[in-house]
């Protein structure tokens, strides 16, 4: 961006002059799944199904974890995503 000074005097202080719009910015996610290939959660039952087959079943008693799945409006699961991993360890130092 190019600044502007004030009387176009180089000697003077300049002010730098931003415009007072900004073009629209859209953010878009695209899938390389498609929503019928995707799980679908009708019940607690299927939540529980779909956080067990993501979770590494060797390490559920040394490791305490905490992820959250996300949905789509026809109850898709997009992703699961992993929040917090602390060894179990920690927990009983702590």
């Given at each position: 961006m190019k600044s502007l000074t004030?009387?176009?005097q180089p000697n003077k202080q300049r002010q730098i002059i931003f415009p007072?719009?900004?073009a629209e910015i859209?953010?878009?996610?695209?899938?390389k799944?498609?929503?019928t290939d995707r799980p679908k959660v009708t019940s607690s039952q299927d939540a529980h199904e779909i956080f067990r087959a993501r979770w590494k079943k060797s390490r559920i008693g040394?490791?305490?974890?905490?992820?959250?799945m996300?949905?789509?409006?026809?109850?898709?699961?997009p992703s699961i995503s992993p929040w917090v991993e602390l060894p179990a360890v920690w927990l009983i130092l702590r």
């Open positions: 004030q009387n176009n007072s719009s900004i859209r953010v878009s996610y695209f899938s799944i498609s929503d040394y490791v305490e974890e905490f992820k959250a996300l949905l789509n409006r026809a109850n898709g699961v």
